[in-house]
């Protein structure tokens, strides 16, 4: 590994330590639930999904458990 990447590396794991740098301003998820895949998204502090239960509550259990990888600051996979 050259030294460029080992010096990326060390800054990258003190950014992760450091979360008050970083702010969500939007993110965009496929999440695939038991029946359907469905369109989750957080923009401008707030959860979108397009189920029928986030119509009538602006919470489900696919926007509750994202907020619980993010926090969790579980690793996704990025596409």
Do not use: P
Request: aromatic fraction near 8%.
């Amino acid at each position: 590994m050259d030294s460029g990447m080992i010096g990326k590396i060390q800054k990258s794991k003190q950014y992760a330590s450091e979360r008050e740098r970083i702010q969500i301003n939007s993110l965009s998820v496929t999440f695939q639930g038991r029946n359907n895949e469905h369109q989750v998204s957080f923009q401008d502090g707030k959860w979108i999904c397009d189920c029928d239960f986030f119509k009538t509550r602006e919470r489900c259990s696919h926007t509750m458990a994202l907020e619980r990888i993010l926090i969790q600051g579980a690793d996704l996979t990025l596409n």
